[in-house]
């Protein structure tokens, strides 16, 4: 981007003497000081507790060489922050109303030089991260592909993430969350996806937006931007499907396990637990690695996706084959794990789901390890769910009764509202339950070390705050995991 294409997209004011502008260039784009390097735009964000503006010395000692500053800040301290452009002649200092909206802003005008692109959006209860991944691994068999990295779907993720797009660049596959009224539309509006999919309407963040109807309204919003010659890709066994496809302008596909096969020509084979999914694509048969029905669904929606793009049965199943487990997420891994209190290590299997947790992720792990035939014993690991406002104490309780319909051997529950959770599964006629009401990762993982026998199973579940990802290397002796 221009310096004068910058500054007109965030209705930004210069700060600094007269000078050649020729020379402004950015590489990258953080609102993290630690991220900057050489040639970064830095965008310092002002949250409850920080405020990134005094970071702005440090982002341009490591190299930035362009900084938003809020007016509000910049008004109350004029001085400071012309001064700092003058002795900067070298950077670009642009004063903005909002640092968040002129991120989005800049990230907007930024995408819309790619009119050649292929845009898609993801957004869902669950599931939106290992659906990008297969989407993206799918799309690659036929497209140069840019993707979300990791999980950056937020109203700050999401600007950052298109800034990612480079001119060789023909499909983008763009993760979408959100955790308050609004944010799926204000970062739908950076992206202006023309195809769009949403996995499922779960209670995620039901405490923020009240209810499943106003999460699917949220939902909707990323179909917005989707035109005649687009499509938006709809759960077709939700109960809100119907409401969530209101309104759109281009195609509407339906995906699941129950469309039939003349319609989807996707033809399920068989659920192979741990070892994931058999089916085939228009007679051609794929696996997909990662295990969970629930994952087959997510699958389906790729499907459906790359047809509508062009790609054939076997480029789809290539590109299907080629996912692993996304790390932390629904991952099974036989470990040897490190020594207990004894100075005993047990070779065991651990299922580690720890970057986030919600009712519908919850019951679909518990239902997947339940299905499983293992060699030893069944452990299961679950940890608070955030989000869920006055609901919560429901659901805690609704998924300790639940877990205890899978039959594990011992149910370890962890965190204060996980009691709801203890005492549920108690309730239920279930015994073996340990409690601990805070999540203190070592005394979490030293109890299971010394619990855990040859051949157990160990489920790991709980939102990503509970640090349950901790937990899972100090079980591992593995360097990779443990570093």
Do not use: W
Request: aromatic share 8%; proline share 2%.
């Amino acid at each position: 981007m221009s310096f004068d294409e910058l500054l007109k997209s965030v209705y930004g004011k210069y700060i600094g003497f007269a000078r050649n502008q020729d020379i402004f260039v950015f590489s990258s784009v953080t609102t993290d000081s630690r991220a900057v390097k050489p040639g970064s735009l830095f965008v310092p964000l002002i949250g409850e507790n920080q405020d990134g503006h005094k970071y702005i010395p440090a982002a341009l000692e490591a190299g930035a060489t362009a900084v938003f500053v809020t007016n509000s800040v910049y008004e109350k301290n004029s001085e400071y922050y012309f001064k700092l452009a003058s002795e900067n002649l070298d950077k670009t200092f642009i004063a903005v109303e909002n640092n968040m909206k002129a991120l989005q802003d800049a990230a907007r005008a930024y995408v819309r030089k790619f009119p050649n692109l292929i845009k898609i959006g993801i957004t869902g209860s669950s599931g939106k991260t290992t659906t990008k991944e297969i989407l993206a691994s799918v799309l690659r068999q036929k497209y140069k592909v840019v993707a979300t990295e990791g999980n950056f779907n937020s109203e700050t993720g999401l600007p950052l993430s298109v800034f990612n797009i480079r001119a060789e660049h023909e499909a983008g596959v763009f993760e979408m969350g959100m955790n308050r009224e609004n944010e799926i539309g204000e970062i739908a509006r950076v992206l202006e996806p023309n195809y769009a999919i949403i996995t499922n309407i779960g209670t995620a963040h039901i405490g923020i937006l009240g209810s499943r109807e106003n999460i699917a309204r949220e939902k909707r919003k990323i179909f917005s931007y989707i035109k005649e010659n687009g499509a938006a890709f709809v759960p077709a066994d939700d109960d809100f499907a119907n409401f969530i496809s209101e309104g759109v302008k281009g195609k509407v596909v339906r995906f699941g396990k129950n469309v039939p096969e003349s319609e989807s020509g996707v033809s399920f084979i068989s659920n192979d637990g741990l070892a994931g999914t058999r089916f085939a694509i228009d007679g051609v048969e794929a696996r997909l690695k990662v295990p969970g029905i629930y994952n087959y669904t997510n699958a389906l929606a790729c499907v459906a996706c790359a047809k509508i793009l062009g790609l054939g049965s076997e480029q789809i199943r290539a590109g299907v084959e080629a996912v692993e487990s996304v790390n932390g997420r629904s991952s099974a891994v036989i470990i040897n794990t490190k020594k207990n209190s004894k100075g005993e290590s047990k070779k065991v299997m651990l299922m580690y789901d720890c970057y986030n947790a919600n009712p519908d992720s919850m019951e679909k792990a518990i239902n997947l390890c339940g299905s499983l035939e293992i060699k030893g014993r069944m452990i299961f690991v679950l940890g608070d769910m955030k989000e869920l406002g006055e609901t919560s104490a429901e659901e805690h309780s609704r998924i300790g009764a639940l877990a205890t319909l899978s039959k594990p051997d011992l149910i370890v529950f962890v965190g204060p509202e996980m009691e709801n959770g203890a005492k549920a599964a108690k309730l239920s006629g279930f015994d073996n339950v340990q409690y601990f009401s805070s999540a203190d990762v070592d005394a979490v993982s030293a109890f299971i070390l010394d619990y855990a026998k040859d051949d157990d199973f160990i489920l790991l579940k709980a939102s990503h705050s509970m640090n349950f990802d901790m937990i899972a290397k100090k079980l591992d002796a593995r360097e990779a995991l443990s570093a």
